[in-house]
Every structure is written in C-alpha cells, then in structure tokens.
C-alpha cells in the first residue's frame, strides 16, 4: 500500500509573481510552461495548502542583493524602510492578488 504525504507550504511568493505580472492568475489556475508554482503541479505533487506571503518591494537593489546573499558569507546593510503609504498599497494589492487566484480557480481562499 503506497502513503501519499500531502505537502503544506509555509511560505509561497505565487501571489507576488502575480501581483509583479511574471505570471496571470489563469495561467496559475491551468498550468505554467516554466516550472513554476502552478495548480496541476500542485495537485500532482500532493500540494494541500499553504501561506501566500505578503511581500512589500524594497530598493532597485535587489539584484546585487541577491548575488550577496548566494556566497558562502555575506554581510549586507538592512534597505531603507518602505514609506507606510507604499506599504499599504502593496498589502492592498496582495488581497486583490489572492482574490485574482480565487476566481480563475487557481486556489480556494480560507477566511
């Protein structure tokens, strides 16, 4: 008899792919060509449920970030904070994000 383990994501930055448009929430819904977090794949690979994170974009700086924090050591200053006004917008924007994946069928929201 096989067990089949359902995976549970604590951390899943799907809702910031659409909310930056790398990906639309109906191609989430019937299925990504590049490997992404998608919801055939999902259901394929035992996918129960998860978080979507809620991130707020900082700096232009991210890139150089990145390539810092990939070496084996690594030293980098905080950015500067993101203005509150900002913030709000992108948390807003997530809501709508999450609502987007809603209703193209790509996730059931749990309120």
């Avoid at 690594?74 to 900002?86: I, R, T």
Wanted: aromatic residues 6%.
């Amino acid at each position: 008899m096989q067990t089949h383990r359902l995976i549970f994501d604590g951390h899943n930055d799907l809702n910031l792919r659409v909310l930056l448009g790398q990906v639309t929430a109906d191609g989430v819904a019937n299925g990504l060509p590049d490997g992404q977090s998608d919801k055939p794949r999902a259901v394929a690979g035992g996918f129960a449920g998860g978080f979507c994170a809620f991130v707020v974009p900082g700096d232009a700086e991210k890139s150089l970030r990145h390539e810092e924090m990939v070496k084996p050591a690594y030293d980098v200053p905080l950015p500067d904070p993101v203005g509150e006004a900002e913030a709000l917008d992108w948390t807003e924007r997530g809501f709508d994000g999450l609502e987007a994946l809603e209703a193209a069928g790509a996730i059931t929201l749990c309120r």
